[in-house]
């Protein structure tokens, strides 16, 4: 029995030296791959923030791009902005020449050609074949009388309607007003209602002179309810406006037909009897 303590006591010495190295290399182990996994998250990290440096830089450049670009117009760059108004000119005739809207082809073109004669007073707008006239430019403040200029346009835009391809066509006027209250003509043009409408008749009667049909014709005013802008202290320049609106004939025109001639059966030569209107007392003729 002795032999046997004696080998015991020997084997463990050798048992706990072979413990504590698998000991030692599995905390290693454990150690190692904890760092690994530390690792590759940096890396990770490291490749995303690369990333948004690069995103970062490059709109860096397009803002200073943008930057560069607004100085350019800043310090006058006047040719680029003459080429943005001669392209705009262009593509408006082109829009014409297309006939894109209500309008005939030919129709459009030759309205597209009259705005661009007078870009700071008229606008046609040929998806709905609408032009527009500036109030200030066609009155005076609180006036209806239109103005010797304006009415040089109006007679050149009688013309455009007074041709075949154009009488197929109603006319609607309208007038506009911003929201300053009438005061100093309040006697002839009580309300901005008033004064939109009598406008709108003014434009009328004279496109009405220059030989547009009368039964063409029809008048509307909206004083200030239908702005395009935001009226400030003062009104604004963009809501004093007349519109004017051309729509396919709704109705058949007799052509020739004077609207003031009576028809022909009140014209003839035997007096017609008064008619006078039955009440509940008229008894039946026997």
């Known amino acids: 029995m002795a032999w046997k303590r004696i080998t015991f006591i020997a084997l463990v010495p050798v048992l706990f030296a072979a413990c504590v190295p698998q000991q030692k290399y599995d905390d290693l182990l454990t150690a190692y791959r904890g760092q690994e996994q530390t690792l590759l998250a940096t890396q990770s990290d490291l490749q995303t ?14 803002a200073a791009a943008d930057l560069e670009a607004l100085a350019g117009l800043r310090n006058g760059a006047k040719g680029d902005i003459d080429k943005l108004l001669a392209d705009y000119e262009r593509l408006l005739k082109q829009v014409g020449e297309m006939g894109v809207g209500p309008l005939p082809a030919e129709l ?11 870009p700071d007073v008229l606008t046609f707008d040929a998806r709905t074949g609408m032009l527009r006239f500036s109030s200030d430019f066609t009155f005076d403040s609180g006036s209806v009388a239109i103005k010797p200029a304006a009415k040089t346009l ?3 835009l009688a013309g455009i ?4 391809i154009a009488q197929q066509f109603e006319v609607k006027v309208v007038g506009h007003t911003d929201n ?4 100093r003509v309040a006697a002839q043009h009580p309300t ?16 009405v002179s220059d030989g547009v049909a009368a039964n063409r014709m029809q008048v509307a005013g909206y004083g200030e309810y239908r702005p395009v802008v935001a009226n400030g ?7 004093r406006r007349v519109e004017i609106f051309l729509s396919p004939m709704t109705i058949p025109i007799i052509a020739g037909g004077d609207p003031t001639e009576l028809p022909p059966a009140a014209s003839s030569s035997k007096s017609a009897a008064p008619v006078r209107a039955k009440s509940n007392d008229d008894e039946p003729t026997k």
């Open 180 to 183: 300053v209250p009438i005061r």
């Open 233 to 239: 202290a003062n009104g604004a320049a963009a809501n």
């Open 108 to 118: 459009n073109k030759a309205l597209a050609d009259l705005a661009a004669q007078y």
């Open 161 to 164: 309607l007074n041709q075949s």
């Open 49 to 62: 923030a690369r990333t948004n440096e690069e995103r970062l830089r490059a709109q860096m450049a397009a």
């Open 154 to 156: 109006v007679d050149k």
């Open 192 to 207: 901005n209602m008033y004064l939109s409408a009598h406008r709108a008749i003014s434009v009328r009667d004279a496109l």
